[in-house]
Nanobody, 119 residues
């Protein structure tokens, strides 16, 4: 069955860095665009970053994270990463990995990992 398991969340101070990982299994990983979303308390879930299928040549970022976050993928390890630098308190949220839909196959969400940016 499809599984997306996020890891790497926790508590970090403002200005710090953190790398999230999403280990995928149960599907042809390289065929799918992959994304990171986040949801802060009381807010709607929002797209943070996405990476295209295959070698991941195309990436997109929310304006709020451009220049600070980097999404990448390792198809051999079937893992997608989110490197987060210069973290701010407003980056505090639960971060979700998502396999985007493809050829009529619906998207799939991971369970989320909490990131807290605070002193």
């Amino acid at each position: 069955q499809v599984q997306l398991v996020e890891s790497g969340g926790g508590l970090v101070q403002p200005g710090g860095s953190m790398r999230l990982s999403c280990a995928a299994s149960g599907f042809g990983f390289r065929n799918y665009d992959m994304s990171w979303y986040r949801q802060a308390p009381g807010m709607e879930r929002e797209l943070v970053a996405s990476i295209s299928s295959g070698r991941g040549y195309n990436t997109n970022y929310a304006d709020s994270v451009k220049g600070r976050f980097t999404i990448s993928r390792d198809n051999a390890k079937t893992t997608v990463y989110l490197q987060m630098n210069n973290l701010k308190s407003e980056d505090t949220a639960v971060y979700y990995c998502k396999r985007e839909s493809w050829k009529g196959i619906v998207g799939y969400w991971g369970q989320g990992t909490r990131v807290t940016v605070s002193l």
